[in-house]
């Protein structure tokens, strides 16, 4: 079992960065690749990027290569998004999840993810 929280979210103009983070508790944080999906109401939940367990792979959904990063830090068992030139089509709730699937296939598909946090609502003002 693992146990995700994401924090970093809020609000921020057109143009601005944010850099979000999950932290992650119970099992072995580098055992699991590590994604982050976001939520827009009435929309399906999208994939945004995802990263291999030790960081030497990262995979970026087009909307957002070239403007955001994921990394990770296991010594600290968290996984981070920066996200820069946001744009308010960027708004939505961001969730990070852990996938256990003991490949080195990294998933775009959520419902792959074994584990999910409780999300962080970021807000891109126009």
């Known amino acids: 079992q693992v146990q995700l929280v994401e924090s970093g979210g809020g609000l921020v103009q057109a143009g601005g960065s944010l850099r979000l983070s999950c932290a992650a508790s119970?099992?072995?944080?580098?055992?699991?690749?590590m994604g982050w999906f976001r939520q827009d109401p009435g929309k399906e939940r999208e994939f945004v990027a995802a990263?291999?367990?030790?960081?030497?792979?990262?995979v970026y959904a087009d909307a957002v290569k070239g403007r955001f990063t994921i990394s990770r830090d296991n010594a600290k068992n968290t996984v981070y998004l920066q996200m820069n030139s946001l744009k308010p089509e960027d708004t939505a709730v961001y969730y990070c999840?852990?996938?256990?699937?003991?490949?080195?296939?990294?998933?775009?598909?959520?419902?792959?993810?074994?584990?999910w946090g409780q999300g962080t609502q970021v807000t891109v003002s126009s």
């Open positions: 999840a852990a996938d256990r699937n003991p490949t080195t296939v990294i998933h775009r598909r959520g419902p792959l993810y074994d584990y």
């Open positions: 119970g099992r072995t944080f580098s055992d699991y690749v």
């Open positions: 990263i291999s367990r030790r960081g030497g792979n990262t």
